[in-house]
């Protein structure tokens, strides 16, 4: 819990410096244009400086506690920060593209499978003989594109003020819990730094806006997410690999199902962004029911409430593999029907058939 507590306070601080200077210097502002812009002014998007500055502040305090945990946790660091690399500087300069972005983050991965020994080597049920017949071309390959998707899928679900963090914090904590119950001392610390520095950059964030991720933050978020879920499942057998399957369905799917209606439904490449994600959707065609009027102040209230709804959504995948992380056959179960579900949701909101206890009030 310490580790929690000093990375929320460290980010609080560093998170509202980051904002004061990119405000004094008009550096790395995200402009309110473009089919994913759903705020009413400019605003820095920097905010993954405070969130990785302050885990690296953290750490080094767990370098110095506990030397062990610390060595790994550097090691952790290192690979992440070519992943943080790619997306600040793409923050900064608007000119790192999204294939260098995924390309860096594949090699950080890679790092941590070398240097960590963060590699996917079984997956529990029919595919498991087949990792252990061919564990290197087959098992590094897989690694890299499991993280990457996960950072970029986080990068995806970052639309609204506190959406990502919150979720990201929520997955956190499941990790650290498990971990906790499989005695991962690593693992736990790890995953309480992350959820704290995330929590200390959402409390300028949500509901106000006051700082955005950006690249930098989504990314460094997400490869954490995916290294550590890696990492817990396969330094601890008795944690079945669909538990991390279903942690991380929720931005790993919102992803996949973006791709499919991109190439299938819509015949556009996948990279382009649109508008129609599931939580553009709800913010079109739910909240904006509840607040009508079309001043600063409504967006920016319209836009935290649209945050809300994808928190339960992804509670429907956080909490029953926290709460079943060792049962597989429970945790597929649960990873099918929150797949009907998303699909579900999703196809209701584009007929206009929403159901009406998601519309939350009547524009005025």
Known sequence: MNSFLI???????????????AKL?????????????????????IGGIGIFLSVVVTGMITMWRAPATGRVLAFLLLCSAVAFAGGIVEDFTQRVSPARRLALTMCAAALGYW????RIDHIDGVFSW???????????PLTVLAVAGVAN???????????????TICMFLSLGYVAFQVNDQF????????????????????????IFLGDGGAYFIGFMLGELSILLVMRNP?????????????????????????????????????????????????VLWAVGRRDARAL??????????????????????????????????????????????????????????????RRK
């Open 153 to 167: 899928a986080v990068n995806i679900i970052d639309g609204f003020n506190g959406l990502a963090s919150v979720v």
């Open 130 to 140: 087949v990792l252990s017949l061919n564990p290197i071309w087959l098992s590094l």
């Open 238 to 286: 008795q944690v079945s690999t669909w538990y991390a399957a279903l942690l991380l369905l929720y931005p790993v799917f919102e992803t996949l199902f973006s791709i499919y209606r991109r190439i299938f439904l819509r015949g556009r490449s996948p990279g382009l962004p649109d508008g129609i994600h599931l939580h553009s959707l709800i913010f079109r065609r739910l």
């Open 25 to 45: 210097h008009g550096a790395a502002l995200d402009s309110n244009s473009g089919v994913q812009k759903f705020h009413a002014h400019v605003v820095p998007r």
């Open 115 to 118: 240097l960590l020994g963060a």
């Open 187 to 210: 693992v736990l610390v790890a995953s309480l730094m992350v959820a704290g520095a995330t929590a200390g950059f959402l409390v300028w964030n949500y509901p106000a806006g006051l």
């Open 7 to 21: 990375s929320f306070f460290v980010s609080i601080v560093l998170t509202l410096i980051a904002i004061k200077q």
């Open 300 to 361: 920016t209230r319209r836009n935290s409430m649209t945050s809300p709804y994808l928190w339960l959504l992804s509670l429907l995948a956080v909490m029953p593999a926290t709460m079943l992380w060792r049962h597989s056959f429970l945790l597929i179960l649960f990873c099918l029907l929150f797949v009907a579900t998303y699909v579900w949701l999703y196809a209701s909101i584009v007929r206009f058939k929403s159901p009406r206890w998601m519309i939350v009030g």
